[in-house]
């Protein structure tokens, strides 16, 4: 059974930074690549960084140089932090894996606000 749990999210006044986690079960972690998304009330579901097995990440313009994504192949854990936050970063924020049959698994959500 793979399983994603998030932690981290809060209320942030724009300008700060929270960095939230992603503990991941059921799957070997080491071989897969993580997302993290974010969905808006309203809008739709979209990815905010990606990081390969092997590490190599991309961004959204939206995000580029204020997020980085990054993993822990030993605690089984991906993280984003995220710095220089603004409101319209308010979101429910989501991790991602998509194992070798191409099913893809997500966590519960966790909630970041940034208020102005």
């Known amino acids: 059974q793979v399983q994603l749990v998030e932690s981290g999210g809060g209320l942030v006044q724009a300008g700060g930074s929270l960095r939230l986690s992603c503990a991941v079960s059921g799957t070997r972690f080491s071989a897969n690549a993580m997302g993290w998304y974010r969905q808006a ?8 960084a990606h990081i390969t097995s092997a ?13 980085t994504i990054s993993r822990d192949n030993a605690k089984s854990t991906v993280s984003l932090q ?30 970041v606000t940034v208020s102005s």
């Not at 009330?41 to 905010?48: A, D, S």
């Not at 590490?55 to 997020?67: E, I, L, N």
């Open 82 to 111: 995220m710095n220089s936050l603004k409101p319209e970063d308010t979101a429910v924020y989501y991790c991602k894996v998509r194992i070798w049959t191409g099913v893809d698994y997500w966590g519960q959500g966790t909630q």
């Open 55 to 67: 590490g190599a990440t991309s961004y959204p313009d939206s995000v580029k140089g204020r997020f």
């Open 41 to 48: 009330p309203g809008k739709q579901r979209e990815l905010v």
